[in-house]
């Protein structure tokens, strides 16, 4: 069975440094979907970012990049220049392609970004 | 634009009382699902509505919960009787058509819009 583990309950970072966050995903497909939503407080979930497994170069939109691991299952996401309004939980979220479209999710990590 | 919307934004009831939280999903999406968050645990995924259609509800926890969607326009989902493991947040999301397929087999990515989810409190 697919999982997702995201094992940062909480982060914490300085406005304009940089913070990454951990994802490691199991699967025994190869051609899939991973994304990173967030979710500030009170407010919808938006997507972030994501990358196609098939895709060797790691996705990058603005100060939002990933690293991903695909022999290592591992999928991060690293926050350049962090702003206040990057604060949010942050979810880590696989989709094995499937007709469903389903998304499988970690437990999300809680970002605090301190001015 | 409207987004995808969800009534109510809170619910608090008592064990073995009936709730029933709605989705309106973005206009002209065809794809709706249902997701639930359970306090500090991962998002799970419930049930996928194509349209008026159930698609995948290997997701739904037992017979207590009902899902429609009459009309592939909003959708419900009625919890009776309401249990204290209940409790949680409840997330919907549309997607636009039906997700098409690479050569590869696999289907193409066809991004959820999530709505801001109800929180139900079951005492």
């Known amino acids: 069975a697919q999982t997702v583990t995201q094992s940062q309950p909480e982060m914490s970072v300085q406005e304009a440094e940089t913070v990454t966050l951990s994802c490691t995903y199991d699967t025994s497909e190869s051609d899939y979907y991973l994304f990173w939503y967030k979710q500030p407080p009170s407010r919808q979930m938006i997507l972030v970012i994501r990358q196609e497994a098939y895709k060797q170069q790691n996705a990058t939109e603005n100060r939002f990049s990933v690293n991903f691991q695909k022999a290592a299952k591992s999928f991060s996401l690293k926050i350049s220049d962090s702003q206040l309004g990057d604060a949010a939980m942050y979810f880590c979220?696989?989709?094995?392609?499937?007709?469903?479209?389903?998304?499988?999710f970690g437990t999300g990590t809680l970002l605090a970004v301190q001015p | 634009e409207a987004g995808v919307t969800q009534f109510p934004s809170h619910s608090v009831i008592e064990k073995g009382q009936t709730v029933t939280l709605r989705c309106d999903p973005i206009?002209?999406?065809?794809?709706l699902y249902w997701y639930r968050r359970v306090m500090g645990k991962e998002i799970k995924f419930l049930l996928h509505?194509?349209?008026?259609?159930?698609?995948?509800e290997s997701g739904m926890p037992n017979n207590r919960f009902l899902a429609e969607r009459t009309g592939g326009t909003y959708s419900t989902l009625k919890v009776q009787p309401a249990e204290l493991e209940d409790s949680g947040v409840y997330f919907c999301?549309?997607?636009?058509?039906?997700?098409?397929?690479?050569?590869?087999?696999?289907?193409?990515?066809?991004?959820?819009?999530f709505g801001p989810g109800t929180r139900l409190t079951v005492l």
């Open positions: 206009s002209g999406h065809d794809n």
């Open positions: 999301a549309s997607s636009q058509d039906t997700r098409k397929v690479r050569p590869s087999g696999r289907a193409r990515y066809n991004e959820q819009f």
């Open positions: 509505f194509v349209k008026e259609s159930k698609q995948d």
């Open positions: 979220a696989y989709d094995y392609g499937g007709a469903t479209n389903k998304l499988i």
